[in-house]
């Protein structure tokens, strides 16, 4: 296939992921193995998993970076911004117009709607569950592994307990999982970025992380101050998704640039749309004092994205290369187990905890589950479906 070729592949697959994938950053990996690894497998399990484990360990939104370097990977650079783009733009856009009044969700079918996706989400990370498990916790020692990364994170889902896991994860590896023997060697996962372009990446990472207040002393310009919110709310948070609304409030509220009425009213904005709930900044910057509209919604996001791309596309150079080290491929194993089994107490809480109230709701999640594994239906089939059973539920009282 031609390099237009691919970046229109690509454009076609991640607009479709971002209009249809609902449910969070954890749903939203079911949603790309089903569809990257086992449909179309444009990487394997176990390097889909050494791209999680990497993503986890960085600042920045997860999710959004794996759609970054799953594109990359497919054509490019700028696959992997096209990619990114077209995963983004759809929640950016309806939250922007949700910012100038043009969308609330209310009544009984847009709620049973919203319902039912957050069903099929349980259905998407149960089966994401369930393979990945198969693929990468062949044995004993990484069962055992998935199962105590799990029971450490069901405490609290916190971006703490997830970096102690995979690093514990990554320990047990190195001590427990060696007789399991090589690892196949691997294609690179970003074979067209060199060190020297990586190195570049955190350079510019780190000096507008540090730069930027100073240059706000000199130059107090208020959209130059807005980009700073947002760049220094991306920079500093880990595991993405719900961790960076607090970063976001004190950014933005105690600031007294949005009211906090305003605020909740957006995150519950962000809850009802597909792709990345990093979006979010989207409505804050089109609501913002320093530059309402639509300049501030572009700044926002510029913010709260650039940090996360480019510590990734910084650092996936050098993890290309250690992870191809015996060592590291032990390290990898109880990695990629302790993912699993962050996965899986994902599925309880929150996908599981919040969405399924009933036996109802059980039922349609299993339905969901059953249509993905074992009739192979297509993921989008199953969202239309799960979004109309859904408003059946709300319809009947259920």
Not at 166 to 171: Q, S, T
Not at 266 to 282: E, I, R
Not at 322 to 338: D, F, H, M, T, V
Request: charged share 10%.
């Amino acid at each position: 296939m031609s390099q237009r070729g691919r970046l229109l592949e690509v454009l076609r697959v991640f607009l479709r992921l971002g209009l249809t994938s609902f449910g969070g950053p954890i749903a939203h990996l079911g949603y790309f193995r089903a569809e990257l690894v086992e449909r179309r497998r444009w990487i394997a399990d176990e390097a889909f998993a050494d791209l999680l484990a990497l993503c986890q360990f960085l600042p920045g939104p997860a999710s959004s970076q794996m759609v970054f370097a799953l594109g990359l990977g497919r054509a490019g650079l700028l696959g992997g911004l096209v990619a990114f783009t077209a995963f983004a733009l759809p929640s950016a856009v309806a939250l922007f117009l949700f910012a100038l009044g043009a969308g609330a969700l209310s009544g009984p079918l847009s709620s049973g709607a919203l319902h039912g996706l957050k069903l099929v989400a349980v259905a998407i990370v149960a089966q994401a569950v369930s393979g990945m498990a198969k693929a990468l916790c062949p044995d004993r020692q990484r069962a055992t592994v998935a199962g105590l990364a799990a029971l450490l994170v069901l405490g609290g889902f916190s971006s703490l307990r997830q970096l102690a896991a995979i690093a514990l994860g990554g320990l047990a590896g190195l001590i427990f999982c060696r007789a399991s023997g090589p690892r196949p060697a691997q294609p690179p996962l970003a074979p067209l970025i060199s060190k020297e372009l990586g190195a570049l990446c955190l350079a510019v990472f780190a000096l507008l992380l540090l730069a930027l207040p100073a240059l706000l002393r000199l130059w107090p310009a208020p959209r130059l101050e807005l980009f700073d919110a947002f760049y220094r709310s991306g920079a500093l948070v880990f595991g993405g998704g719900h961790v960076v609304l607090p970063l976001l409030r004190g950014a933005v509220v105690a600031r007294g640039w949005v009211g906090d009425d305003a605020f909740l009213a957006g995150y519950g904005a962000a809850q009802a749309v597909p792709g990345p709930l990093f979006t979010f900044a989207a409505y804050l910057g089109a609501v913002a004092r320093p530059a309402p509209g639509i300049a501030g919604a572009a700044i926002a996001l510029l913010g709260i994205f650039l940090p996360g791309l480019l510590v990734l596309t910084g650092a996936l150079p050098y993890w290309d290369r250690l992870r191809s080290k015996e060592a590291a491929q032990a390290a990898l194993r109880g990695i990629n187990a302790a993912v699993v089994g962050l996965l899986a107490a994902a599925l309880y809480d929150p996908v599981f905890s919040t969405a399924v109230r009933g036996r109802a709701d059980f039922a349609l999640a299993l339905g969901c589950f059953v249509l993905l594994t074992a009739w192979r239906a297509p993921p989008l089939a199953v969202v239309i479906a799960g979004a109309l059973a859904g408003v059946g539920l709300a319809l009947s009282g259920q």
